[in-house]
């Protein structure tokens, strides 16, 4: 076996106050929230005790990554990804869960403290979301080693966290959205979840947001490294509104990507799949928790943050952007300097 890589990054607790405004949009957390290495990615305190084990994930050559910063259009993409890797089998995407068919690897370490007790009692059968189930009794990493098939691996943690050989080893595809669509996004899953529980609003969100504090901030730190990447032949990148705008076309461009030929009839089809009235419709995708007014896919729109921010967020929102993008070549494109 390969001697343990030593993790190239530091994990310090964020301050107490910052600990305060995380904590004010989430909910279980027990330990203070982490910053990892000199972009400061935000991590709950459990993942201290995962993170070596998880940079030392063995890659294999037939792994196929989808790579996001949460509420970017992730799960959209896993379901056209499996289907282009799988010659299209509706019939069995039709019948195994999307978390099942495509797990996510740090999900373990994502889990509240108070979560593990809730999701083995089943509280608001919580456990049937996403495969917390599986993850709170095992973890995810360790699950993903079983598999003998070719694997289909989704993670939120961006590449300089991930193992070293991942881009020179496996196929990854990228994902990203607006920062504000995706906020607004992040918030809604997070009123899914919590439902009655959740006292917080869009507001205090953007507040940790802004300050590059929700788990997996700073967003666009998170995507620039990809971003310098985008030319390595193993990494694809993809925007969530040029799949509003043109789906078939980033259905080829993936498909390319994957060395697989997809007929026109083809790309028709599985963009009819992935439509999202028959995405949000579809089980096995649309993984929302039971009794939930919000839907895990829920609105599906380019600039819907315009609904749910004032003036002053909007404002906010443009010195956000323009100060983190500055001096990078990242380019949006739903929005230009
Ligand atoms: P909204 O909450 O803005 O609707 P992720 O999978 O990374 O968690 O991202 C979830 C977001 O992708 C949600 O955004 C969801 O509605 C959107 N989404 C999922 N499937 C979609 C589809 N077929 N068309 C458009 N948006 C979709």
């Keep these: 076996m390969a001697p343990l890589l030593e993790l190239p990054y530091d994990i310090q607790d964020v301050s107490a106050e910052e600990d305060k405004i995380i904590k004010k949009c989430l909910l279980g957390y027990m330990k203070p929230f982490v910053k990892c290495g000199k972009n400061g990615y935000i991590m709950p305190g459990a993942f201290r005790k995962h993170a070596e084990a998880i940079y030392n994930f063995q890659v294999r050559p037939d792994d196929v990554w989808v790579i996001s910063y949460p509420r970017s259009g992730t799960t959209w993409t896993q ?6 890797e799988n010659d299209l089998d509706f019939k069995t995407a039709q019948e195994k869960p999307l978390f099942d068919r495509f797990p996510m690897l740090e999900l373990t370490s994502q889990i509240p ?18 495969g917390l189930n599986q993850a709170a009794r095992s973890p995810s990493w360790k699950n993903l080693e079983e598999i003998t098939t070719p694997r289909f691996i989704k993670t939120h943690m961006p590449l300089s966290m991930l193992p070293p050989s991942l881009l020179d080893t496996a196929k990854v595809i990228y994902v990203a959205r ?3 669509d995706t ?48 030319h390595h032949k193993n990494l694809h990148i993809i925007f969530y509104e040029d799949m509003i705008a043109d789906l ?33 419709k579809n089980k096995t995708v649309n993984n929302t928790t039971k009794n939930s007014e919000v839907q895990f896919i829920r609105k599906g729109k380019v600039e819907g943050w315009r609904e749910h921010f004032d003036e002053k967020m909007e404002l906010e929102a443009e010195e956000f952007l323009t100060t983190s993008l500055k001096g990078l070549d990242l380019k949006y494109p739903s929005f230009s300097l």
């Design 79 to 84: 379901e056209m990804v499996w289907l282009i």
């Design 113 to 130: 403290e108070i979560g593990f007790q809730l999701i083995k009692s089943n509280f608001m059968n919580i456990g049937n979301f996403q």
């Design 178 to 180: 607006d920062p504000r």
């Design 183 to 230: 906020l607004v996004s992040y918030y809604f899953l997070h009123k899914m979840i919590f439902r009655s529980f959740m006292r917080f609003t869009c507001k205090h969100y953007w507040d940790a947001f802004k300050r590059d504090l929700l788990p997996y901030s700073p967003i666009i730190q998170h995507v620039n490294e990809s971003w310098e990447q985008r």
């Design 248 to 280: 078939p076309k980033v259905i080829r461009g993936v498909s390319k990507f994957l060395n697989r030929d997809l007929t026109d009839k083809q790309v028709d089809k599985l963009a009819n799949h992935l439509n999202f009235d028959k995405l949000q």
